[in-house]
């Protein structure tokens, strides 16, 4: 199917060849054209402006956003209005609050009667080149049209209709609030180590673990990659950014009336880490970068 797709940053950048790998036709448009020259060498069909994405696409349209969450969405759908028909649809594939995607849907639906999805995505940037993890919230109507190319992008198994709109970014906010508690304790754990006064090749605990140990899996994979790059970590400083989706996590809790203690503390640990070094703080930042292509802050 044709697939509109602006942003291509690393997630966007992946996601259109991961789609153009399942034969779908991709035009895509970002806002730099050197991003646009760089991925038409992979076969891509590009735009260089969102005009010409529009012309690009035959009714029905689907258009597919992977721009920073907030106002970029909001700036991005303004622009396009002006240039979709009723029943075009826009799907969301970024990090959004789900109250926002919630205030768009209305907003598209009885402005122009425009649809729109909002598309949850994990498993970072490896998973969006080679196979993600997509979590869905859209009409039943409208999934039916797009689930062809979120079934292609996703691992087998891997992506869900969680139900109507917003509930996709709500299981992905989730599921990023679980996120921070498994990566504060990851770090809390290897600081002990680093602590206790025994000479540990971290790389070789991060190695076992993942060979049948209970908290064997991806992150641990990641762990043993970041410390064969640098062994003690010393290369990086232990700030751990907060991307807004853990916030949000305990914001919702405590609306919900949910005491995410472990959800909320990893948020609080996010903060400090922007005053304090430390060791933990290293050990996430590095798996972020892992898994995610996170910044890291270099000392």
């Known amino acids: 199917m044709q697939i509109g797709l602006i942003g291509l940053g690393r997630m966007g950048y992946n996601l259109a060849l991961n789609m153009r790998d399942h034969g779908h036709e991709v035009v895509a448009f970002n806002r730099s054209p050197e991003k646009v020259d760089e991925i038409k060498k992979e076969g891509v ?18 258009i597919w ?30 990090n959004s609050f789900y109250k926002d995607t919630l205030r768009r849907y209305d907003y598209l639906k009885n402005k122009a009667g425009i649809d729109f999805a909002d598309v949850g995505t994990s498993g970072g940037i490896e998973g969006a080149r080679n196979g993600a993890c997509t979590m869905v919230g859209a009409e039943d109507e409208v999934f039916e049209v797009i689930e062809p190319v979120i079934k292609d992008i996703s691992l087998e198994g891997g992506y869900y209709h969680t139900g109507p709109v917003g509930s996709g970014h709500f299981v992905k906010m989730v599921h990023n609030g679980i996120e921070y508690g498994m990566l504060q304790a990851i770090g809390e754990g290897f600081e002990i180590l680093e602590k206790s006064g025994f000479n540990f090749d971290f790389k070789e605990i991060a190695r076992v673990w993942n060979h049948g140990s209970v908290v064997r899996g991806w992150l641990m994979e990641l762990m043993e ?3 064969a790059k640098d062994p003690n970590l010393d290369s990086i400083r232990g700030i751990m950014h907060s991307s807004g989706e853990g ?9 919900l009336g949910v005491p995410a203690l472990v959800i909320t503390d990893s948020l609080y640990m996010r903060f400090r880490s922007e005053q304090e ?19 890291v802050e270099k000392k």
């Open 247 to 255: 916030l949000w996590t305990a914001q919702t809790a405590l609306e």
């Open 277 to 295: 070094d430390s060791f933990a703080g290293k050990v996430v930042a590095a798996l972020r970068n892992e898994f995610g292509g996170h910044k």
């Open 65 to 94: 956003l992977m721009v920073p969450a907030g106002d970029p969405v909001d700036e991005m759908i303004e622009k396009l209005l002006p240039l979709l028909d009723k029943h075009d649809i826009i799907v969301d594939g970024g």
């Open 225 to 227: 990659k970041a410390f």
């Open 45 to 62: 069909r590009g735009a260089y402006s969102i005009e010409e994405l529009a012309d690009s696409l035959s009714p029905r349209r689907v």
